[in-house]
Nanobody
Framework: VQLQASGGGLVQYGGSLRLSCAAS????????MAWFRQAPGKEREFVAT????????LYADSVRGRFTISRDNSKDTVYLQMNSLKFEDTAIYYC???????????????????WGQGTQVTVSS
């Protein structure tokens, strides 16, 4: 499986962006997907995750109510709609896939075995 993230860029405080992550491979629709982010000098942190059928989502407290994760299994793509962006949202955003389905805690890095290359999001004044 290969994951290709896109949609990042420079946005003003309070603005919006939509990230996309296109996956190759037949196992996408059977995989939990997630977004993580890593700010300069900080560890990679959980942002959001979605179950294979899209029926359940989970968010980090810092983004709940502002970000929405969704997926289109017909397009093998997962999205992250980011609204009301803040300076602290500036980071490289990574999409991740859980193909092993070992039932690990979905907010942890170790639950995911495939990662995209990341897309930069910068929030400016």
């Amino acid at each position: 499986v290969q994951l290709q993230a896109s949609g990042g860029g420079l946005v003003q405080y309070g603005g919006s962006l939509r990230l996309s992550c296109a996956a190759s491979g037949r196992t996408f629709r059977n995989s939990r997907m997630a977004w993580f982010r890593q700010a300069p000098g900080k560890e990679r942190e959980f942002v959001a995750t979605i179950t294979p059928n899209g029926g359940s989502t989970l968010y980090a407290d810092s983004v709940r109510g502002r970000f929405t994760i969704s997926r289109d299994n017909s397009k093998d793509t997962v999205y992250l709609q980011m609204n009301s962006l803040k300076f602290e949202d500036t980071a490289i955003y990574y999409c991740a896939a859980d193909l092993r389905q070992w039932g690990l805690v979905p907010t942890t890095l170790g639950a995911y075995d495939y990662w995209g290359q990341g897309t930069q999001v910068t929030v400016s004044s």
